[in-house]
């Protein structure tokens, strides 16, 4: 059963850039395609992009001028960084796994999420 | 970008009875490319019904999904317990992928 787990600071201040880094186990990275979700604190969910293990990559229009999401097959892992944050980017970071298919952009397997807070 | 509105915004019930939740479409989903997941408070979401009315491994046959083009709904047969908590549409037909705002299942 593949498991994600998601790492990285739990504080970043604003206008600095804020770094994750999901961790794909029981399972290759490989012939699928990766997402980050995010939650603010109470509120519903935002996708903020997606990337395939070739290295190719789709963003939220909202949020692709600071978005870059990488990938690193050889340690099984994704990146997500996202620059110039403010308070309004505090909220639960998930990494997820998209269907088999390359038309199955639902969200199969989920890591934990990771609480991410922009203050000084 | 394909706005999602879920109704309601919150549906108080007993367990034992059923419950209808709505999403609604901005414009059609193409393909009925439609998912449905479950979130409980602390915990990620959880995948139940993908392209509009196939359940994901594992999700108990009280859990449906039906619709196309603009309107979609999940249905629960009979509520259990561990029903309880908030529902999300998400839509994947195009970019950006969005999701609903979610209804929340409370115990009446």
């Known amino acids: 059963q593949v498991q994600l787990q998601e790492s990285g600071p739990g504080l970043v201040k604003p206008s600095e850039t804020l770094s994750l880094t999901c961790t794909v186990s029981?399972?290759?990275?490989?012939?699928?395609?990766w997402s980050w979700i995010r939650q603010p604190p109470g509120k519903g969910l935002e996708w903020i992009g997606y990337i395939y293990y070739s290295g190719s990559t789709n963003y939220n229009p909202s949020l692709k001028s600071r978005v870059t999401i990488s990938v690193d097959t050889s340690k099984n892992q994704f990146s997500l960084k996202l620059s110039s944050v403010t308070a309004a980017d505090t909220a639960v970071y998930y990494c997820a796994r998209h269907g088999l298919y390359y038309y199955d952009g639902y969200f199969q397997h989920w890591g934990q999420g990771t609480l991410v807070t922009v203050s000084s | 970008e394909i706005v999602l509105t879920q109704s309601p915004g919150t549906l108080s019930l007993s367990p034992g009875e059923g419950a209808t939740l709505s999403c609604r479409a901005s414009?059609?989903?193409?393909?009925?490319?439609l998912a449905w997941y479950q979130q409980k408070p602390g915990q990620a979401p959880r995948l139940l019904i993908y392209g509009a009315s196939s359940r994901a491994t594992g999700i108990p046959d009280r859990f449906s999904g039906s619709g196309s083009g603009t309107d979609f709904t999940l249905t629960i047969s009979r509520l259990e317990p561990e029903d309880f908590a908030v529902y999300y549409c998400q839509q994947y037909g195009s970019s950006p992928r969005t999701f609903g705002q979610g209804t929340k299942v409370e115990i009446k």
């Open positions: 029981g399972g290759s990275i490989s012939s699928y395609y």
């Open positions: 414009q059609s989903v193409s393909s009925s490319y």
